[in-house]
């Protein structure tokens, strides 16, 4: 399986620490308030990459964090007077019950950075001991880049062409800093900020070291993969890089992935810009499932723009392979053979071959977008075959495919309509039965009309009123 390695700037393939394990850190968002659409990329497109995973037989330790403590969450708490924890624990519900709906998998563990702070303080504490981080007079924690020979591995910047861009530290008020790209590990409170003790002052932590923290308490000082945005290529992930590297002396990360923008207009989509569209927004008019579909219809390191043509197109997909699933969900009850017919093994032999193309494309550096083409093809043989002949064993066979592929691997769950429809439609002839007992014809029509552009066609007969699809 390839992937393409961030550092390494090309495909690579991938060998994980331990055969058969792979364990894999997300970057999470920072909670303060509703996720917008660029926020959910990362995380459809690397759950989409962990159910590859899985379906390969691999056991993946998936960790993915929250960031809970942060100035915009702590602006946002004094503007409502209450305590940052409360802005925090409202938006971890929220951008849950959002990954919930987007068919988002549960990360194995999901750790939150205000409960690993005692993490925090031990590794910055090591980085002070080795001579990689300095305190300044007013309790703050650098860590100081020019200590760390490897700095810039990953975002491929050279020191001298950072040193070259130096900024004059008096004037941006950093002038404790002995470099301008040493970061902050830990720094003084404010008044109204959430704070703990620590052996340099009651303060906070800087935002990269908790996930060095996080993903060395959960995974390990050395993991498999690590991913994001390509926004945090720089610095977030190089001064993880450095943090972790300097503490343990080992490689913090086999591969890094990136994901690339969601735009919107050719802009990057983002809080600051104000062009941004909750995924709340967007369930709101879509099936959850589309915008999933969406999102997966590009690979995951091209841009993508945000538009209500292309939305629709993801819609038409999505009910496309509905439609599909339904079909077979219904000629299934009534089928019967236990072998495939000659045709059907031919349709079979087809369908192997699409399979065949699903996983090349997932295995050359996740391909979303060509996967997804190979389950389309699926659905266009499962149509164009099954029919009241077919066999069970082919719809049992086709269907479990679709199954497997879409709601297994790519997560876009073809089946919830299926279950739901029968009661749906049995609910509605049940209203008709009793309009026209009510002498109610109009609204009898009216069911009947409807139930037809659902695409099921009533029939009364003596024994009461029979249905089938159209
Ligand atoms: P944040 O809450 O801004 O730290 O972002 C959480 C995650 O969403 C990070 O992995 C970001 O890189 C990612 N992200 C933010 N905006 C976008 C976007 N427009 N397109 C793709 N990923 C994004
Ligand atoms: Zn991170």
């Known amino acids: 399986m390839k992937i393409f390695d961030t550092m390494q700037r090309r495909k690579v393939e991938l060998e994980t620490v331990e055969p058969g394990k792979v364990s894999m850190y997300v970057?999470?968002?920072t909670v303060y308030n509703l996720i917008h659409i660029g926020n959910a990329r990362p995380m459809i497109v690397f759950d989409a990459f962990r159910r590859y995973l899985e379906y390969k037989g691999y056991d993946v330790n998936y960790v993915s964090n929250f960031t809970d403590v942060d100035d915009k969450i702590i602006k946002a708490a004094n503007e409502e007077g209450v305590d940052s924890s409360v802005i925090s624990e409202r938006y971890i519900k929220e951008c849950k019950k959002d990954m919930a709906?987007?068919?988002?998998?549960e990360a194995t563990t999901h750790p939150k950075a205000t409960e690993e702070i005692d993490g925090m303080i031990s590794m910055i504490s090591t980085l002070v001991d080795k001579g990689f981080a300095y305190v300044a007079d007013d309790g703050t924690v650098y860590f100081n880049v020019?200590?760390?020979?490897?700095?810039?591995k990953l975002s491929h910047k050279n020191m001298d062409e950072m040193m070259s861009g130096l900024r004059d530290l008096k004037v941006t008020g950093e002038e404790q800093k002995r470099n301008v790209n040493d970061f902050v590990l830990w720094k003084p409170k404010k008044e109204g900020e959430p704070s703990w003790p620590s052996p340099w002052?009651?303060?906070?932590?800087?935002?990269h070291i908790e996930c060095s923290v996080m993903s060395k308490k959960y995974l390990g000082e050395t993991i498999d993969i690590h991913a994001g945005g390509e926004d945090l290529i720089f610095p977030h992930h190089e001064n993880e890089i450095a943090q972790s590297e300097c503490t343990s002396g080992k490689t913090f990360s086999k591969y890094w992935m990136h994901n690339g923008f969601l735009n919107i207009n050719g802009l990057k989509m983002s809080k600051s810009l104000g062009n941004f569209f909750t995924v709340r927004d967007i369930t709101a008019q879509y099936d959850p499932m589309v915008l999933r579909l969406f999102i997966l219809s590009a690979q995951y390191r091209q841009p993508l723009n945000f538009s209500k043509e292309i939305m629709d197109q993801s819609k038409a997909s999505y009910e496309r392979i509905l439609n599909c699933t339904d079909k077979l969900y219904a000629l299934e009850?009534?089928?019967?053979?236990?072998e495939m017919t000659e045709d059907e093994l031919n349709a079979k032999a087809q369908v192997e071959g699409f399979i065949k193309a699903f996983e090349e494309a997932m295995e050359d550096d996740n391909n979303t977008a060509n996967a997804s083409t190979a389950v389309y093809e699926i659905v266009r043989i499962a149509n164009s075959t099954a029919n009241e002949n077919t066999t069970k064993a082919f719809l049992t066979y086709i269907h479990g495919v679709i199954k497997t592929l879409c709601d297994g691997v790519l997560g876009v769950i073809s089946d919830r309509k299926a279950e739901a429809l029968d009661s749906e439609i049995e609910a509605l002839i049940e209203e008709r039965t009793a309009a026209k007992k009510a002498k109610n014809y109009a609204r009898a029509d009216e069911i009947r009309a409807q139930l037809l552009q659902m695409g099921i066609i009533l029939e009364d007969t003596r024994e009461g009123v029979k249905w089938k699809r159209a």
């Open 146 to 152: 020019e200590a760390d020979k490897d700095y810039g």
């Open 201 to 207: 002052c009651d303060g906070r932590p800087g935002w």
């Open 333 to 338: 009850k009534t089928a019967a053979g236990e």
């Open 27 to 29: 970057c999470g968002p």
């Open 101 to 105: 709906d987007l068919n988002v998998k």
